[in-house]
């Protein structure tokens, strides 16, 4: 199947309306029940289970979900709009999974074999071949109506953990979609209110997904829908082969967003974070690539870093607050998570699961996404940590595989940041994995100071300002201009000591050469800068050629960029490229081999601190030990 979007067409899926009308008015299914009684325990909603095996016992039973859902309030003919909602979405649901099913069939050999097999009876390697094909397009037509429903339905009480998978059956589709209907009508049946009935239909959904994933593995020829992306959206049901999405539809973003001028200093990371949230937009959905992927240049990991209380957290607010303006002027779907220390779990796997399914809701390619990982150095763990939990090892790995790892497409429409307090404890690899270098400082000059506090003071007093041009000095472009010039020379003094050496040897830099001759220096003084480390330099020397603000009028309605075709809007961004100078390489290359001597002095200066403190106490033992051998007290 094409690794593209498929989109199935309401003609497509119209056809299959009767099958799906008859499938929730009556079916007769065969079942093992095991052991469970019909009838519910009086005021429970729940069945009596026998403790006596019944072996492999089998009943037919009649299921008639209309009924089922109507029951819930016997007394009015009319259905409440959450049951109508339940009963349409399951109908619903089951003309998709056929119409699935459908495009299951035509991407495989399923298709051919059904026409050949209707002219005579197929033998030999083609039935055993058409059954297993048919086995696997029943199993699909079964996850997607588990999926369908799980996306579809809205729940917001508590979460239901007493509801059982289906008896799965997957002899034909419309077998698989008996016995899904069937464990619905299970699973509602005697729900006490509309709340309840909704959330036991939301908690069947995902024991269904569960129960098939288990035994995922038992069908062949599943190949041909594992890359499948399927979107409808005129239900904004979205279907990425067998990735699980997180069922519910996302709700407004509610989080305090900050504006550009409501932070003082930081001049560079905030520059870059405005350009981030113009980069972002410029995103093709129907081609699901951004031009600044393919121009170079673009941010899909960054990792910010400053001591506490420097405005990590307010720029984190700004990025997302832009971008989510700029998705609400444009239409386009906005998702932001931060992944926290919250979800690292006891169970083994489980955080491993929390941060992959935290990536995939973020890569979703039909939607904008930007996604944090606050306090990285406390989430994942350095590998070589062995006072670290398992689940921050897990979370490492999930990490690295994410934003660098073989199976990693970067496509344009999300970014991932990172943001610690201390990142020299951060895994030198994952942290490598970050594209761009944000050093999060705070205010630093006496203008910054002035700024910041008359900001925060308000406007409660009649206290004049003074001699000062007040947030003069946080003009972006001026301050940015000003904060690049200074990384023309190396600001940490391990990396001074090299570029001193490299101009004693061989002056200015002039050529190519002569920049890879610094950058084999750096290597050799600081052994963590790698082949990764000179990408993440040529990939921000890139993006500086972007070195430009992407005019503002281009977001301020949706079609005069952000709705344009792909190669228009590579074509406009092309006009405002420039070729970057050697200033702006020797700027980058100090930027980052600065955070890398950085991290480094801290990691040492950690070290030496513990060896130091380790000393100190080790010389008060011997004191107190010989204190007590005067006293005749030591033994």
Known sequence: ??????????????????????????????????????????????????????????????????????????????????????????????????????????????????????????????????????????????????SYLLQLVDGESEPVNDTVEPDFLFDTQQDALKSMVSGLDRAIAGAKDEQEMTARARAFA?????????????????????????????????????????????????????????????QIAKYQAMRLAKMIMAYDFDRQMNPFVELGGFLFTFIGDGAPGTGKTMLIQMTAGLINDYCQVAGYPFHYENFGVDQISSYQGKSGQNCRQFVNNIINPRAIGFGTIDDIDQVAAKRSDDRASAGQHEITGVLMAAFAGAETVVRGNCSFGMFSNYPENVDDALRQRAGARWLVDGPQTRDDYIDIFVLLAGKNHKIPLGDHALLQNQAIQKAVSVAYKEHAKPQEEGLRKVYDRFLDRFGEPKTMADVGTYLHMIREAEPRFTGRAIKNVTDAIKMRAM????????FEAPDAFMRKP?????????????????????????RYADSEFRYSDRSDDTAVSKIVRDAKLRERAIGEIEALKAKGLWG
Do not use: C
Request: no cysteine; net charge negative; aromatic share 6%.
């Open 1 to 146: 199947m094409d690794a593209g979007l498929t989109t199935i067409t309401e003609k497509d899926i119209e056809k299959h309306r009767a099958t799906a009308q008859s499938l929730v008015t009556r079916i007769i299914v065969l079942e093992d029940d095991g052991g469970r009684s019909a009838t519910a325990l009086a005021g429970t909603g729940r069945r009596f289970v026998s403790t006596v095996s019944t072996g492999g016992a089998r009943r037919t039973r009649e299921v008639e979900l209309g009924k089922t859902i109507a029951a819930l309030r016997p007394g009015d003919q009319l259905l409440s709009i959450p049951q109508h909602t339940l009963l349409f979405r399951a109908r619903r649901g089951l003309e998709v999974s056929l119409a699935i099913g459908d495009v299951f069939a035509q991407a495989s050999d399923l298709e051919s074999l059904q026409a050949r097999n209707l002219h005579a009876p197929l033998q030999g390697e083609d039935a055993a071949r058409y059954k297993k094909l048919l086995s696997a397009s029943a199993y699909v037509a079964a996850f997607a109506f588990a």
């Open 206 to 266: 995902r024991e269904a997904i569960e129960g098939l994933l288990a035994r995922k593995g038992r069908f062949d020829g599943l190949g041909a829908f594992e890359d499948a992306h399927i979107r409808l959206d005129a239900d904004d049901f979205t279907l990425d082969g067998f990735d699980v999405t997180p069922g519910q539809k996302r709700k407004p973003l509610s989080m305090t967003f900050k504006k550009p001028e409501d932070i003082v200093g930081n």
């Open 547 to 554: 070195d430009f603000d992407l005019p503002d009028e281009w």
């Open 566 to 590: 792909y190669d228009e809007k590579k074509a406009m961004i092309e006009d405002l490229r420039g070729p970057f100078s050697m200033d702006m390489v020797m700027q980058e290359i100090n």
